[in-house]
């Protein structure tokens, strides 16, 4: 229901850019995770499918009809796109209910609607109530009744939980995905936490400086990196540059990189590759301990560990089928 294609912005007449020839397509009722560092294009893009900014080059089309491209920019309201915002942005002076009439007072059955979605986020009862009076997930779910009232074909969220603390992060993710798939509504989900896009997400969108790197499902994305990069987005990835295959003693093939998870790595003396270090520093972590370590051969690196009681010498090592290998 939305296909990309070649999309590309620079806000500095193409002497770099924010976004370079990206495409894909996304399929109807799926939930999608944008996810990247600081810079890589994220916001660029979402606010190019919303129509708040203009391509340079590419197109853009949403259920087959075109929206954008350098010649066309239909305008944001005129997209049929639900936007849940980082901040709420709900009106601090109208009660709930008005929160939402506000964005369909031309349907016909606007007050039916409202109270639709608020039954949909479980807060129809608090319908006469101001945003001040929730607590910041029930806003939460507000915002979110708000983006679904006019049905729109396209739902997008902007780091909707960053806000929040982790306990109640955790809980609400689940409660507001579980909203949006009985909606049947396309999402796209941006976030820099990879934890809440493995949690929800039918498929993950990765972007490193302006480029989609790999589009994939979550399990891909954890077991077939394509690069070191989407590797270190999930989870602690150490690469094994040559003085640490050195250290190793393991024959990897020169013309690739290389690296290893840090939970792959273990503390014993079976492994196929295994090498003598020294506990430098232990930093305990609740269930799992740090360990800042140098190896024989002069090398740093710093581990996690299970194990509670680590000696300051020890021998730590790997095994070939947990390498993680990609073309240089």
């Not at 936490?193 to 589009?215: P, R, S, Y």
């Amino acid at each position: 229901m939305l296909k990309v294609e070649s999309l590309s912005k620079s806000f500095d007449k193409g002497k770099s850019f924010a976004l370079k020839d990206v495409s894909f397509q996304l399929n109807e009722g799926d939930v999608y995770a944008i996810v990247g560092e600081s810079g890589s294009g994220k916001t660029t893009l979402i606010r190019l499918i919303a129509g708040l900014e203009s391509p340079d080059t590419g197109t853009i089309e949403i259920n087959d009809k075109l929206v954008s491209s350098i010649n066309k920019n239909v305008a944001p309201e005129k997209r049929n796109i639900g936007f849940v915002f980082q901040e709420y942005a709900l009106f601090p002076h109208l009660k709930l209910e008005e929160n939402i009439l506000y964005g369909i007072s031309k349907l016909k059955n606007k007050k039916q609607r409202a109270r639709e979605v608020l039954e949909l986020v479980g807060l129809l009862e608090m319908k006469d109530r101001y945003p001040h009076q929730l607590s910041g997930g029930q806003q939460q779910r507000v915002a979110l009744a708000r983006a679904l009232a006019p049905n729109p074909s396209l739902l997008i969220l902007d780091e909707p939980f960053s806000n929040l603390d982790a306990m109640l992060r955790a809980q609400l993710r689940n409660e507001v995905f579980d909203i949006v798939k009985k909606s049947g509504v396309t999402a796209i989900f941006v976030t820099h936490d990879t934890q809440d896009a493995l949690a929800v997400a039918d498929e993950i969108l990765i972007l490193q400086n302006g480029k989609l790197v790999q589009k994939d499902a979550a399990a891909n994305l954890y077991t077939k990196p394509s690069s070191v990069y989407v590797a270190s987005l999930f989870g602690n990835t150490i690469q094994l540059s040559k003085e640490i295959q050195s250290a190793f003693e393991c024959p990897l093939k020169a013309d690739c990189c290389h690296a290893i998870r840090n939970e792959n790595i273990a503390i014993n003396d079976e492994c196929e590759y295994v090498t003598n270090a020294t506990v430098l520093k232990k930093t305990f972590m609740g269930s799992d301990t740090q360990l800042y370590i140098k190896l024989d051969n002069g090398e740093h690196l710093t581990v996690m560990t299970k194990h509670n009681h680590v000696d300051e010498r020890i021998t730590i090592g790997f095994n070939s089928k947990d390498v993680l290998e990609f073309k240089e």
